[in-house]
């Protein structure tokens, strides 16, 4: 198997290490840019599998690199982020970016979310039919979801919701983006409807509905699929 | 302080106060010209000017004082409506007049200038004493983190291999606690300026409270803190349109301080129901509570329970009254049944049913 080529752009020496011996020990090649313009041109060179993009960087708005990156570049980015910048996250999300975590992050959670991301997308493959994990089982040729062997009653709703879910794996959605895609673009601000219906999905999805591992909140942002983490 | 309050009406009102007070009391002189010598009422418009002395600024004293004088000599002395004074009695009683009305302005508006300073200079030592528990809380709270991971690591760094397994994983464990307290108390440091700044503003819009709770809960079991935690929640909790942000610092900062606070093992109930649009939280521990007489006070900012040992800045409460408050509602912590802590939060705020949903 090849392994999966990650590319770093943080200015801070500190972060870069942590993240290079957190990525190699777990076997991925990394590589590492300390500034926009260092990390535009590797990515133009030689596209990694990852770009883990800090939001912070001195020498352009990590915005504005994302942007530029996003004209040629299709694999998944990942946004780290200072603390407290709801606004930024969501306007990154919104230029292309698929996840973010906020510092200081734990490790552990940065290599699940890079493994969720890696794994094969579901809508780029239109021969999959059934996605499966040891507990849940979606057929999108005939529609039905069962848990443990068991169908699940899902409304019109809670399907189409669980299917965007799924099509975007480890991608965090953003609220609008989800209440556009399922209610349409006269919803966007209805939250209310997304709450109710992500709460009625995760009674019926997820083994313990109060600390689901399906549906994952991202606080005032939006939420996040992981079917295998 | 009544002065304080006058001397803060601007400029141009207190001239226009002063003059109304001096023509309102000289009219009513003149009706009582009949039966009083306008010498007497001299000591009449004295009085005005004193009165006008004690509140307002000195120009419109001046003001009121010159005003007075020429209001007395052209009504109140003979010849009346003129301004040319008969007697050289009168001349020495108006120049009288006027320098002691004079004096009275300057003196008065004295005194209240040295009591606004003294008010200042008390006001400068109270946040130097403040600006002093806070250094010391919070090198405190910041040093001992700090010191358990310079430790730590240089234990690790060059003792590398006098340490076995077991002594090296504890170490880098007191790393990994220790970072997250820093961590902690930096966020409630953000959160204390944002709330001081007072430009904190609400972002409302409609959450789940289940959803809420849940979500803080889980941190703390994950980061396995030694208590356990009960959630009770009414089933029928409408979804409340609120700031989400502040309302998870609220549960964070009292979840925190209960784990903080109260023995293993201990219990931390959370229930969470609605009474007409209010929200209604509450997180109690069956911990040792908190002295009556300290009660009020735990919710000012800095303010450390008098016989504590354990550190701390004084800040989650204050935040969470804060929080509370931005939100329009309000914190109640009284000691339960149990003798442990139970704060109280609650949150007036727009609900919202969506029961006929159910089959779209």
């Given at each position: ?229 | ?304 329970l008098k016989n504590t040992k354990i550190g701390g800045t004084g800040l989650g409460l204050s935040i969470i009254k804060g929080y509370a408050e931005a939100m329009g509602g309000r914190v ?29």
């Amino acid at each position: 198997m090849n392994r999966a080529e990650i590319l770093v752009i943080d200015d801070e020496l500190p972060i870069r290490k942590l993240l290079e011996i957190t990525l190699q020990s777990n076997d991925y090649f990394v590589r590492l840019a300390a500034t926009a313009k260092e990390g535009l041109l590797m990515v133009a060179n030689h596209p990694p599998d990852i770009v883990i993009l800090d939001l912070g960087l001195p020498d352009g708005d990590g915005h504005v690199v994302l942007k530029k990156m996003r004209e040629w570049y299709v694999k998944p980015v990942m946004i780290l982020s200072v603390q407290s910048s709801e606004e930024d996250i969501v306007t990154a999300l919104d230029n292309g970016a698929n996840d973010y975590l906020v510092k200081p992050f734990r490790p552990g959670e940065l290599l699940a979310r890079i493994r969720s991301l890696l794994r094969t997308k579901v809508d780029s493959d239109e021969n999959v039919a059934i996605i499966s994990n040891t507990e849940l089982q979606i057929d999108l040729s005939s529609r039905i979801v069962k848990r443990n062997n068991e169908i699940l009653k899902l409304t019109p709703t809670e399907y189409s919701l669980l299917i965007l879910f799924v099509k975007n794996e480890g991608k965090v959605l953003t609220h609008h983006h989800i209440l556009r895609e399922i209610w349409g673009p006269g919803y966007m601000s209805e939250s209310q409807y997304l709450r109710v219906f992500i709460a009625q999905l995760r009674k019926k999805i997820e083994k313990d509905p109060n600390r689901p591992k399906l549906i994952h909140t991202e606080s005032g942002v939006g939420y996040r699929f992981a079917f295998n983490e | 302080m009544s002065f304080f309050l006058f001397s803060k009406i601007p400029k141009s009102f207190q001239y226009l106060y002063s003059i109304i007070i001096v023509c309102f009391v000289a009219v009513i002189c003149h009706f009582s010209l009949s039966f009083l010598d306008y010498r007497i009422i001299a000591l009449i418009l004295l009085l005005a000017v004193s009165i006008i002395a004690s509140m307002f600024n000195i120009f419109p004293v001046l003001l009121a004082a010159a005003l007075s004088a020429l209001i007395w000599d052209y009504f109140f002395i003979p010849p009346y409506f003129h301004f040319r004074i008969a007697s050289t009695e009168d001349i020495v009683l108006i120049l009288t007049y006027f320098v002691i009305a004079l004096v009275n302005g300057i003196l008065t508006y004295r005194i209240r200038k040295y009591e606004k300073e003294l008010v200042l200079k008390e006001e400068k030592a109270n946040t130097i004493k403040l600006y002093n528990t806070l250094l010391n809380s919070l090198s405190h709270e910041l040093r001992t983190p700090i010191a358990t991971i310079l430790g730590a690591s240089d234990n690790i760094l060059s003792r590398n291999k006098k340490l076995n397994d077991n002594q090296k994983s504890e170490l880098i464990s007191e790393i990994s606690k220790a970072s997250l307290r820093l961590n902690h108390q930096v966020e409630n440091l953000l959160n204390m300026s944002r709330l001081e700044s007072g430009i904190i503003k609400t972002h409302n819009d409609w959450y789940d409270i289940t959803e809420v709770i849940y979500g803080v809960v889980n941190q703390f079991e994950d980061n396995k803190i030694e208590q356990k935690i009960v959630v009770k929640i009414d089933p029928q909790l409408p979804l409340f349109k609120l700031d989400k942000g502040m309302l998870e610092q609220i549960l964070y900062n009292l979840i925190n301080n209960a784990s903080r606070y109260t023995p293993s093992n201990s219990l931390i109930r959370i229930d969470a129901n609605s009474k007409s649009d209010i929200l209604i939280l509450t997180v109690e521990d069956n911990g040792f509570g908190f002295p009556p007489d300290e009660i009020k006070a735990v919710f000012d900012k800095f303010y450390r329970l008098k016989n504590t040992k354990i550190g701390g800045t004084g800040l989650g409460l204050s935040i969470i009254k804060g929080y509370a408050e931005a939100m329009g509602g309000r914190v109640v912590l009284q000691n339960a049944e149990t003798h442990g802590a139970r704060f109280t939060i609650t949150i007036p705020a727009e609900t919202s049913y969506l029961n006929n949903l159910k089959n779209e």
